[in-house]
């Protein structure tokens, strides 16, 4: 029996690509820290739990394709409120999170072989949903010892070739943590008009932004780019809702907005409970986004305090989000990671990190690097960034060089 070339040339996400060791520690009695999945240990607003313990319904039907109606209409305010009220209701594209919402994204505005930009590292998963639809993404890099901003407008210009169909960027930036300033997002639209390209703004972090700038929506720019612009959104991040899977797509251009339309009819609906618990959104007080924000902003500290005082160990500075990136003074960050959880363990504790190599398309960069997820309590956050340090010790002594 054959199996499909896509099936079997399909990359393995690297933020998942230890579990199996991580699951066979588990099962010899070892506590392991996991800083590999972006999946926050905080509760979600009281106001969604509550309506999920109030939910009173007697079956659970398909809800409509586009969305459900009143969980559209708490989108279309929570927009307002931040200060989009140009988002209506015939804007809105409910999706099963973000993931499904950029795979339609690339699916609707470039045909099998067509290319999309985007900036690495980047978010690992950006390369599987293109791979499925026989889509290229084609990198341009971004430097560690920049914090990986944007580099300048010339370099991004030479990837663009005929088969150019849009430019992918995520703001803040997972795995980096970077906020693109105004300049930067200014320069992609121009770039954007220039090639007459799709731009597509992945920004489900937007409210845990660490800097003093205002964060730089791509909504900022509707009245000069609306036929070319594409917003993907999700509750995950933002809300604490990841197991919720619920996100949502905004387009301004009728055609494309119908196409992606299409897209949704063939998978029927999002969750219909899902989205009746979170329908209250217009409720939520602006105190939880605020409350959210300072509390990653202390673990971002935290990890900037204990990472930055490891010897041989460069780190970028998170400025938003909750992830970081180290460059380890080792030659494969793959192979310590799941020597983390085949071969050591202190106290009978390990920790779960993301080789880096994932988030790049370049051969060989990132290879030396990780990606942590910050996603952890005080106490547990700086035990397992203890135990990078202690096993990095370790390893130098009995693996490198790798």
Request: net charge neutral.
């Amino acid at each position: 029996m054959k199996i499909s070339t896509r099936a079997l040339t399909l990359p393995v996400s690297s933020i998942r690509i230890l579990m199996p060791y991580a699951l066979e520690a588990g099962k010899k009695g070892r506590t392991i820290y996991r800083l590999n999945i972006g999946e926050p240990d905080l509760s979600p607003p009281q106001e969604v739990i509550d309506a999920l313990h109030n939910l009173n319904v007697t079956n659970v039907p398909y809800a409509d394709s586009q969305g459900d109606p009143e969980f559209i209409s708490a989108l279309v305010e929570y927009y307002k409120k931040i200060g989009f009220g140009m988002v209506k209701t015939e804007n809105i594209l409910i999706t099963q999170g973000s993931s499904e919402g950029l795979t339609y994204c690339m699916w609707a505005v470039a045909n099998p072989g067509d290319e999309i930009i985007v900036f690495e590292p980047y978010f690992v998963n950006y390369s599987l949903y293109s791979h499925i639809g026989g889509v290229k993404i084609k990198a341009v890099s971004t430097e560690i010892n920049n914090d990986f901003h944007l580099p300048n407008k010339a370099e991004i210009i030479k990837a663009i070739t005929p088969k150019t169909r849009a430019i992918l960027y995520t703001n803040p930036n997972n795995p980096t943590g970077t906020v693109y300033t105004k300049q930067e997002v200014e320069m992609l639209i121009e770039i954007a008009e220039e090639y007459n390209l799709y731009l597509i703004a992945d920004e489900v972090y937007r409210e845990l932004n660490f800097t003093d700038r205002k964060h730089v929506s791509i909504l900022d720019y509707f009245e000069r780019i609306k036929d070319r612009l594409i917003l993907s959104d999700s509750l995950s991040k933002r809300y604490c809702l990841c197991g919720a899977r619920l996100g949502c797509l905004v387009v301004f251009n009728p055609e494309l907005f119908q196409s992606l339309y299409k897209l949704t009819t063939s998978r029927l609906s999002a969750g219909f409970i899902e989205q009746k618990i979170c329908s209250v959104l217009g409720k939520i007080s602006p105190k939880y986004s605020v409350k959210l924000t300072k509390e990653f902003k202390k673990r971002r500290d935290i990890c900037e305090q204990i990472l930055g005082k490891m010897y041989g160990v460069t780190i970028a500075s998170p400025e938003g989000a909750f992830y970081i990136m180290a460059k380890l003074p080792i030659k494969n960050a793959m192979d310590f990671a799941t020597w983390l959880l085949t071969d050591f363990s202190d106290k009978n504790e390990t920790v779960l990190i993301t080789p880096a190599s994932g988030f790049y398309l370049t051969k060989g960069r990132g290879e030396d690097e990780i990606r942590i997820a910050y996603v952890l309590e005080e106490k547990k956050l700086r035990r397992a960034l203890e135990l990078i340090q202690t096993g990095l010790e370790q390893y130098k002594k009995t693996r490198s060089p790798i």
